[in-house]
Nanobody, 115 residues
Framework: QVQLVESGGGLVQTGGSLRLSCAAS????????MGWYRQAPGKQRELVAD???????NYAGSVKGRFTISRDNPKNTVYLQMNSLQPEDTAVYYC?????????WGQGTQVTVSS
């Protein structure tokens, strides 16, 4: 059983910053991928960024240069530093862990950027 607990969402003004955290617990294979997805109202869930346990990263084009994903392997925790936030970044942000070809999701955290 794997559990993901997210934190760090909230309300911020345009141009502001937020940092999301996601801590995973349970039976987790050493080599895995952790990432952040987001879903805005009326839209499909989309990848924001992900990072392998070896540190390789992947970003959506819309967030490159503004968001940074990182992880702490001993703590099974992934972070998303979000800078220069824009209203179009408003969404529910979900953490995902892929371990042994199984996907686990967090409950989601709301990020709202006011204009």
């Amino acid at each position: 059983q794997v559990q993901l607990v997210e934190s760090g969402g909230g309300l911020v003004q345009t141009g502001g910053s937020l940092r999301l955290s996601c801590a995973a617990s349970g039976s987790i294979f050493r080599f895995n991928v952790m990432g952040w997805y987001r879903q805005a109202p009326g839209k499909q869930r989309e990848l924001v960024a992900d990072i392998t346990s070896l540190g390789s990263t992947n970003y959506a084009g819309s967030v490159k240069g503004r968001f940074t994903i990182s992880r702490d392997n001993p703590k099974n925790t992934v972070y998303l530093q979000m800078n220069s936030l824009q209203p179009e970044d408003t969404a529910v942000y979900y953490c995902k862990l892929r371990s042994l070809s199984v996907d686990y999701w967090g409950q989601g955290t709301q990020v709202t950027v006011s204009s």
